[in-house]
T-cell receptor
Framework: SQQGEEDPQALSIQEGENATMNCSYK?????LQWYRQNSGRGLVHLIL?????REKHSGRLRVTLDTSKKSSSLLITASRAADTASYFCATDDRDKIIFGKGTRLHILP | DGGITQSPKYLFRKEGQNVTLSCEQNLNHDAMYWYRQDPGQGLRLIYY???????QKGDIAEGYSVSREKKESFPLTVTSAQKNPTAFYLCASRGQLAGGSYNEQFFGPGTRLTVL
């Protein structure tokens, strides 16, 4: 089944810096979603971008989608300690969602 | 964790025992999902259900069973046939939009199962 693959697997940055995570997928999609997971908790939906959109913003989040390269990026600007979490991209495979393995983001004080 | 509850939060099981994990949602969502997450890993789909009294196997269904007798409930049983059941289990649901597409998934807080 198709799957998003995030890159890098882990990322540590200083508070206040921007964090960029990338996702690549294998087949054509209707939409791509990004989720956040705090340690030991369930996932929280962050943003959905449709296949006919190229960029989407939500607060400090900016998501881009390049369907020709089958890739997406998530940018978190002006990072905060509370942004420390794992971030997953997910793509629709008909009636289910397929998740990547995630990027673990650590914001250093 | 928006309208989805999972219980218990922590569960300990002896080898050879079956255990059932509860998942309830009050979001009026048709579709519900069970995932397994191992440390530092992504989510793997166990079972999913798009409608009451119907469910489909995901990628790792062996050793698990589910039922969907009510729209609100989708319990997962981890059977003794599951060779390595120690993991974090997540339940999710999502609603269907007009036109047949789905919105995002809403997740429960998870159940951490440990086999002793």
């Amino acid at each position: 089944s198709q799957q998003g693959e995030e890159d890098p697997q882990a990322l540590s940055i200083q508070e206040g810096e921007n964090a960029t995570m990338n996702c690549s997928y294998k087949t054509s999609i209707n939409n791509l979603q990004w989720y956040r997971q705090n340690s030991g908790r369930g996932l929280v939906h962050l943003i959905l971008i449709r296949s006919n959109e190229r960029e989407k913003h939500s607060g400090r989040l900016r998501v881009t989608l390049d369907t020709s390269k089958k890739s997406s990026s998530l940018l978190i600007t002006a990072s905060r300690a509370a942004d420390t979490a794992s971030y997953f991209c997910a793509t629709d495979d008909r009636d289910k969602i397929i998740f990547g393995k995630g990027t673990r983001l650590h914001i250093l004080p | 964790d928006g309208g989805i509850t999972q219980s218990p939060k922590y569960l300990f099981r002896k080898e050879g025992q079956n255990v059932t994990l509860s998942c309830e949602q009050n979001l009026n969502h048709d579709a519900m999902y069970w995932y397994r997450q191992d440390p530092g890993q992504g989510l793997r789909l166990i079972y999913y259900s798009q409608i009451v009294n119907d469910f489909q196997k995901g990628d790792i269904a062996e050793g698990y069973s589910v039922s969907r007798e009510k729209k609100e409930s989708f319990p997962l049983t981890v059977t003794s046939a599951q060779k390595n059941p120690t993991a974090f289990y997540l339940c999710a649901s999502r609603g269907q939009l007009a036109g047949g597409s789905y919105n995002e998934q809403f997740f429960g807080p998870g159940t951490r199962l440990t086999v002793l």
